[in-house]
């Protein structure tokens, strides 16, 4: 079965990490760009981060130098580390995995998705 699968979500509190995982079963990740989406209850989705083929990365200003994608190819899986974490980071975030590009509302494969809740 082609997909890919998140974990690592969970609550934290304010200041707090967590790392996402972003694990693909059925087809190899190196031929695509691997994107994290965030969807908050009342809000639109949002892309956050987006790694490339060749590991070039991309952020959205909300997270900027706070989260940190990374991709290890060998695992057949994406990461994302989220430092720092607020309240308005609680969302459920997905991934989503597009061949040779990242992902936009264009993509090939999208996860179930995990909750993240920042909460004291």
Do not use: H
């Amino acid at each position: 079965q082609l997909q890919l699968v998140e974990s690592g979500g969970g609550l934290v509190q304010p200041g707090g990490s967590l790392r996402l995982s972003c694990a693909a079963s059925g087809f190899t990740l190196d031929y695509y760009g691997i994107g994290w989406f965030r969807q908050a209850p009342g809000k639109e989705r949002e892309g956050i981060s987006c790694i490339s083929r060749g590991g070039t990365t991309n952020y959205a200003d909300a997270v900027k130098g706070r989260f940190t994608i990374s991709r290890d190819n060998a695992k057949n899986t994406v990461y994302l580390q989220m430092n720092s974490l607020k309240p308005e980071d609680t969302a459920v975030y997905y991934c989503a995995a597009r061949k040779y590009y990242c992902p936009t509302n264009a993509y090939d494969y999208w996860g179930q998705g995990t909750q993240v809740t920042v909460s004291s």
